[in-house]
Nanobody, 126 residues
């Protein structure tokens, strides 16, 4: 059974840091893309960063570049997102997503992912 469990969301002040983690049993016996997707109130879902679990060069969206670091621990099947210099505009529900439905195209398209966690809330105050 596919399972993605996020943790690490919290309320922080602007400039602070958080580490989000996603325990991903979906890739215990296989490999594929796994991503963080976020959705702010009243906005569409947007890709933050993604990585292929077996060889891990991360793809970072514009919101992540220079501030967030994505990594995947193959031994623990855990996706981690180190978020630094957080801004109020980073406030959103952050979802872990996996099981991409296609093998080509951009990897930060939320609609291409078929398995989702419940999300973890990140709130950044000014």
């Amino acid at each position: 059974q596919v399972q993605l469990v996020e943790s690490g969301g919290a309320s922080v002040q602007a400039g602070g840091s958080l580490i989000l983690s996603c325990a991903a049993t979906v890739y215990t016996y296989s490999t594929g893309y796994i991503a963080w997707i976020r959705q702010a109130p009243g906005k569409n879902r947007g890709g933050v960063a993604a990585i292929y679990t077996s060889f891990g060069s991360p793809y970072e969206g514009d919101s992540a570049k220079g501030r967030f670091t994505l990594s995947y621990d193959n031994d623990k099947n855990t996706l981690n997102l180190q978020m630094n210099r957080l801004k109020p505009e980073d406030t959103a529900m952050y979802y872990c997503a996996a099981d991409r439905s296609r093998d080509d195209g951009p990897v930060l398209v939320a609609e291409d992912y078929r398995s989702w966690g419940q999300g973890t809330q990140v709130t950044v105050s000014a």
